[in-house]
């Protein structure tokens, strides 16, 4: 039998689909310190380089109606600076840094740093569980991806500064010259609101976000300890688990951006915003900013997951 007839080319499929039949329960723990370290350094510095790119997606994905010529799509992007000098209307991509700083590394240390400890409870209390249900090395790539969608979940409790940074990109107007203790004073819980579609766009984005990472370290490289990936093989695999993520989650987070950059006293509920969605723009209006998404804010994504998953291991070795 040769690699190229039709029984080696299945023989060859099946090896790469199989996993390493590693068991849920074998899994190495970092230090805490180390995690905390890992994802808080990755969160400044995607903070640093992919500010400006972020704010452009969301303001493409809170427009309403269709771009039809460059003028418009200048006017949409860099607002009241549309017409100023380059280094201004670059400086307009910046609004609501504090916020954003404050969210961004709460949220990346929250979410990297913060899914090695529910995938540590998986593995103690329900390893055996998932190597029952969906065999060993499958069972351990479904665990990370289960542990990543429960983190994701609990998300909605760092929602506020999301909201906050949100409508500072998209919303200015929305602040009329209030501190952030006036706004939290007035607008109390009213800064959760879209919590249920945050929940909902978060559970399947991190199942997709740390199962696709998995996948590739358990059916591609067939690595039994995921943290002792190289660089580029994290690199691969972030790749892979950021655009799953942002493809499974695109729908549902145009309706989450849209709740949140409503006027505080005019908010509209998520259903009202699908059905006028549906009504006006069509059904590909729920895919808005996908691609700025895809092309620039996918890098974001794979860049901060890349060095978190990189730096995490690295700073456990050196303590």
Known sequence: MTPTSPQGVAAKATEVVSGTSSSAKDIKKEKTTARLLGAGCAGIA???????????????????????SATQLNSVIFRDAAHASIPNRFLSLFPGLGYAAAYKVLQRVYKYGGQPFVRDYLAKNHGDSFDRTFGKGNGKAIMHATAGS???IGEIVILPLDVL??????NPEAFRGRGLFKIVKDEGFGLYRGWGWTAARNAPGSFALFGGS????????????????SWSQNFVASIAGASASLIV????DVIKTRIQNRNFENPESGFRIISNMMKNEGFTSFFKGLTPKLLMTGPKLVFSFWLAQTLIPAFNKMM
Do not use: W
């Not at 940074?165 to 998209?170: A, F, H, S």
């Not at 989650?249 to 549902?252: E, N, V």
């Open 249 to 252: 989650s695109a729908p549902l």
């Open 150 to 152: 429960l983190i994701g």
């Open 46 to 68: 995607e903070l640093i380089v992919f500010h400006p790119v972020d704010t452009t997606a969301k303001r493409l994905m809170s427009n309403y109606g269709k771009i039809t």
């Open 214 to 229: 998995a996948a590739a370290k358990e059916y591609f490289y067939k690595l039994t300890d995921y943290n002792a990936a």
């Open 165 to 170: 940074k949100i409508k500072r990109q998209t």
